[in-house]
C-alpha cells in the first residue's frame, strides 16, 4: 500500500520558514516523483512544483520560485518542503503527491498557520 | 500560462441525477487532464486521467470525455457518496488547477 504521511501542523510568525516532510512508504522511492499542493482556507488547489527522487530536478510555480525549496532524501524515503518569508497568504493546508503528472496518492496534509 | 476554468461553480442534484461538470482550458491541451473529488477537511483523490481513463478502484458510474480545450466529467447517477468538490487538473510541463465544482444535495 502506497502512504504518503506528512508532518504535523505548524504555526509560524511573518517573516519565518517552515518545513514541511513527506514520508513515503510502499513503493520504490527513486521512481515516482513527489509534487507539492497548497489550499488556502476555503479556497482551491495551488499547485507549487515537484521533485525528482531520482536525480533531484526540480520544478517550482513561477510566483513561489524564489521563496520555496524542496529536497529529497532516499535513505528514509523523505521529501521535504521548505517555504521562506512566510506571509498571511501562506497561511494553507499543505499536500504532497505522488506523481509528476497526475497525483495519487496524497498525504494527509499539514496546516501552516502564519500569524504575528 | 494556460488557465482552466471549470462550470458550473455550484451544482445543486439529487441522488439519482445525471451531472455534467465542465472544464475548459485557455489554449489546446490535447489530452493532459485529471479530474480529482475532494470531500471537506480531507485530500483529494483522483478519479480520472489522461481525460478519460478511470483511475483503478474508482466506480465506472464516473467518466471523463473530451480533447483540446473542452472537457467533461460525467456522474451518471449521483450517489450520497459523491457530494463533494471537484476538481480538472491540466498536467504537461504546465500544472493547473481548475477552481472547484461543488456539488451540492438540492
Known amino acids: 500500500q502506497v502512504l504518503l504521511v506528512q508532518s504535523a501542523a505548524e504555526v509560524k510568525k511573518p517573516g519565518a520558514s517552515v518545513k514541511v516532510s513527506c514520508k513515503t512508504s510502499?513503493?520504490?522511492?527513486?521512481?515516482?516523483?513527489i509534487s507539492w499542493v497548497r489550499q488556502a482556507p476555503g479556497q482551491g488547489l495551488e499547485w507549487m512544483g515537484w521533485?525528482?527522487?531520482?536525480?533531484?530536478?526540480?520544478k517550482y510555480a513561477e510566483k513561489l520560485q524564489d521563496r520555496v525549496t524542496m529536497t529529497s532524501d532516499a535513505s528514509t524515503s523523505t521529501v521535504y518542503l521548505e517555504v521562506r518569508r512566510l506571509t498571511s497568504d501562506d497561511t494553507a493546508v499543505y499536500y504532497c503527491a505522488r506523481g509528476l503528472a497526475e497525483f495519487d496518492p496524497w498525504g494527509q496534509g499539514t496546516l501552516v498557520t502564519v500569524s504575528s | 500560462d494556460i488557465q482552466m476554468t471549470q462550470s458550473p461553480s455550484t451544482l445543486s442534484a439529487s441522488v439519482g441525477d445525471r451531472l455534467n461538470i465542465s472544464c475548459r482550458a485557455s489554449?489546446?491541451?490535447?489530452?493532459?487532464l485529471a479530474w480529482y473529488q475532494q470531500k471537506a477537511g480531507k485530500a483529494p483523490n483522483l478519479l480520472i486521467y489522461k481525460a478519460s481513463i478511470l483511475h483503478s478502484g474508482v466506480s465506472s458510474r464516473f467518466s471523463g470525455s473530451g480533447s483540446g480545450t473542452e472537457f467533461t466529467l460525467t456522474i451518471s447517477s449521483l450517489q450520497p457518496d459523491d457530494f463533494a468538490i471537484y476538481y480538472c487538473?491540466?498536467?504537461?510541463?504546465?500544472?493547473?488547477f481548475g477552481q472547484g465544482t461543488k456539488v451540492e444535495i438540492k
Open positions: 489554449q489546446s491541451i490535447g489530452d493532459w
Open positions: 521533485i525528482s527522487p531520482f536525480n533531484g530536478n526540480t
Open positions: 487538473q491540466h498536467y504537461n510541463n504546465e500544472w493547473t
Open positions: 510502499g513503493y520504490t522511492f527513486t521512481t515516482y516523483g
